[in-house]
């Protein structure tokens, strides 16, 4: 190797740490600013999914429910679900008309080991206490009336007044959903899948839905959960909240799969449509609250989350109405004390079985002759009705 070489080879040697440096320091300038694009991101994305979140100052008074203490790590939490018919969302609060098209009472337990929801009929007669007015101005008394009259009285506020009277539970938090939301929400995880068991021509409704199997967006999901008419029982009120249990639990299921877990963009669309379709108290109108019950929600696993209808029968002198059967006493007994369903959630709907189908039927007893038993049989015939009358497929 001649001298010039042998200088030039000196040289790149000595040059290499430098080249070195110099690539790891316009890695880590790069890192950095990646990361600093990825958290101002994250935070423009937090703060607009909780600017999204609408909330509603409500006014209780102190003549509630107390809770009965129980023990866990956690207390129980009960929650007070409202659909709302306002389609665009707005006037939750104001002095617009509007129905509650749908209300669930939802209980997690102390232990966060079991959750269950109990849909309440819109068309129950009940006893409504006095409630004032959505914008606070009157007072209307109470009396015996439809149980989604309180919504349009008063709002969220004369509802939990109502529920609170009816099932002595205090509730700790309500969120409002509204149906403009509730269509972005399905189209933002592409879809959920529903069975239709006959073709349903509601000409009331002006709903319309094909015969099968297969995957319902936006409109069409919402034309689903809330078909009255042409479809399941006499008093379609009873059947639309299974289909509307059914479909939130096929949801649930589908929101927490891997496949929208894992999409950030998928996931992001879901919440963006989620929190702007909510109306809540100002203590749960934070993500915070939000995402700490849907990991409660996680935690508990979706075969320990169950929804029923509080019992019921038909009003005497409406059959097209219903009133809350003796058994609903047992219900909120139960949930009160922070007590499993037990033999009350028999044929309730859940997320972690497929499409949230009723729970199974205990397995078959057999005769000596080896064939099932006649109460087996009974039993597999009633669960077909029911599925036929709530407007399902067995």
């Known amino acids: 190797m001649s001298e010039d070489e042998s200088r030039d080879e000196q040289a790149r040697r000595e040059d290499t740490p430098s080249r070195r440096r ?34 509603m100052q409500i006014n209780l ?44 009472l939802l209980h997690l337990s102390a232990d966060r080991k079991r959750a269950y929801g109990v849909s309440l009929p819109r068309d129950a007669m009940v006893e409504r206490p006095e409630c004032a007015t959505k914008n606070g101005k009157n007072k209307v008394p109470g009396g015996l009336t439809q149980f989604n009259a309180a919504y349009a009285i008063g709002g969220p506020a004369c509802t939990i007044k109502t529920v609170e009277h009816l099932t ?84 649930v299921q589908k929101v927490v799969s891997k496949g929208t877990l894992a999409n950030p963009v998928r996931l992001y669309k879901f919440l963006d449509a989620a929190t702007a379709s909510l109306t809540t108290d100002s203590q749960f109108a934070n993500l915070k609250e939000l995402a700490s019950l849907g990991s409660s929600l996680k935690d508990i696993g979706l075969d320990n989350v169950q929804f029923i209808t509080v019992p019921n029968r038909p009003y005497p002198p409406d059959l097209n109405r219903l009133e809350w059967a003796p058994e609903a006493k047992d219900v909120w007994r139960k949930m009160r004390f922070d007590r499993p369903l037990g033999r009350l959630g028999a044929d309730a709907v859940t997320p972690g079985r497929p499409g949230g189908t009723p729970s199974p039927s205990p397995s078959p007893d057999t005769s000596p002759s080896g064939s099932p038993s006649q109460d087996t049989a009974t039993a597999e015939q009633k669960r077909k009705q029911a599925a036929e009358e709530a407007g399902l497929c067995a």
């Open 61 to 104: 008074g102190k003549d509630r429910p107390t809770k009965v203490k129980v023990e866990g790590p956690k207390e129980p939490l009960n929650i007070l679900l409202l659909g709302s018919d306002n389609r665009d969302g707005t006037n939750i609060g104001g002095d617009t008309p509007g129905l509650s098209d749908t209300t669930i």
């Open 22 to 55: 110099q690539i790891v320091r316009r890695v880590v300038i790069g890192l950095s600013i990646l990361v600093l694009v990825l958290s101002s991101a994250l935070v423009v994305a937090y703060k607009k999914l909780e600017g999204n979140i609408n909330v």
């Open 168 to 251: 002595d539970i205090r509730i700790d938090h309500f969120v409002v959903i509204n149906f403009a939301g509730f269509k972005d929400m399905v189209n933002a995880i592409n879809g959920v899948t529903v069975c239709v068991p006959k073709e349903v021509n509601d000409d009331v409704g002006h709903i319309h839905l094909p015969k099968g199997t297969y995957k319902v967006n936006g409109n069409q999901a919402l034309d689903y959960v809330r078909v009255r008419h042409d479809i399941g029982a006499p008093n379609g009120d009873i059947g639309r909240m299974k289909r509307q249990q059914s479909f939130i639990a096929a949801m």
